[in-house]
Nanobody, 121 residues
């Protein structure tokens, strides 16, 4: 079994910052891409940012220059530093990982339970 557990969400005023963390645990052989998605109330889930094991990064246009994704391969962790937060960043943020486990021949996608980020105006 693989678990992804997020932390660091909360309530912040517009212009403030939050740092999300996600830790993957279980019988993990390797982790390819890790990333963050978000889903606002009444909207579809959307990619925020992702990062490959080699460090290639992709950001949604709406968060470029404000958010920074990073990862610690040795600890199976991924982070999202969110600066200059806006009310439209309010959403549940989900961690996702493309993970190879010891009992399966191919990568599978695993999701965390989500953490709420609320930005007040």
């Amino acid at each position: 079994q693989v678990q992804l557990v997020e932390s660091g969400g909360g309530l912040v005023q517009a212009g403030g910052s939050l740092r999300l963390s996600c830790a993957a645990s279980g019988v993990i052989f390797s982790i390819n891409t890790m990333g963050w998605y978000r889903q606002a109330l009444g909207k579809q889930r959307e990619l925020v940012a992702d990062i490959t094991r080699g460090g290639s990064i992709n950001y949604a246009d709406s968060v470029k220059d404000r958010f920074t994704i990073s990862r610690d391969n040795a600890r199976n962790k991924v982070y999202l530093q969110m600066n200059s937060l806006k009310p439209e960043d309010t959403a549940v943020y989900y961690c996702v990982g493309t993970i190879r486990t010891l009992d399966k021949p191919s990568d599978n996608e695993y999701w965390g339970q989500g953490t709420q980020v609320t930005v007040s105006s």
